[in-house]
């Protein structure tokens, strides 16, 4: 795997392996995503609260939001919950809690990626506590290969049971985020 310690910008920066093929083309996701909006129109016929887990739910969110023939309304939150490139931390802190009060409507939370599960869980509390109507998840990969807490994904794009993803929201130390395909990386 091609990795460098910086880019031109100066943060952290990677690039993929010369041989890297995709896991999921961006036609693939193109479809997946239609079909999970679909279903989400159809449970909430009334109108959804999507809200995106920063930083890499806000590419499926974006994508979601147009093709969801209800009304939405869209908010952020950025959830810390990685210690590092590769590996979960152990705990979960709030760091841009939404704005928008959710009393007694429709919320889907808008994930990348779920891997351990810890982050919904804790997730399931804070939209409880803030008296949301109704709450489900979202999330373009269901990975199982680390779960830890048993969560329910009423809204899962694809399941994969094992690798190190990047593209379409999923990064390595902040890059590759912007690729439309998804990519298995190999193990260091």
Do not use: W
């Amino acid at each position: 795997m091609t990795v460098r310690a910086k880019t031109p910008f100066g943060g952290a920066g990677a690039g993929l392996p010369p041989d890297a093929r995709p896991r999921f083309t961006a036609a693939q996701i193109r479809r997946r995503v239609t079909l999970m909006a679909g279903r989400i129109a159809k449970d909430h016929p009334g109108g959804v609260v999507l809200v995106g887990v920063l930083n890499g739910g806000a590419f499926l969110l974006a994508d979601l939001a147009r093709l969801i023939p209800v009304p939405v309304l869209v908010d952020f939150l950025r959830l810390r919950s990685y210690g590092g490139e590769r590996s979960p931390g152990g705990s979960q802190e709030i760091t841009k809690d939404i704005e928008t009060d959710v009393t007694g409507l429709d919320v889907v939370v808008v994930e990348d990626i779920v891997d351990t599960g810890r982050s919904l869980r804790y997730l399931r509390r804070h939209f409880a506590a803030k008296n949301a109507g109704s709450l489900s998840f979202c999330a373009l990969i269901d990975k199982r290969e680390r779960r830890e807490v048993e969560v329910t994904i009423e809204y899962p794009g694809f399941r994969l049971q094992k690798g190190f993803i990047v593209g379409y929201g999923m990064d390595i130390a902040g890059a590759l985020r912007h690729l439309p395909h998804i990519y298995v990386l190999p193990e260091p």
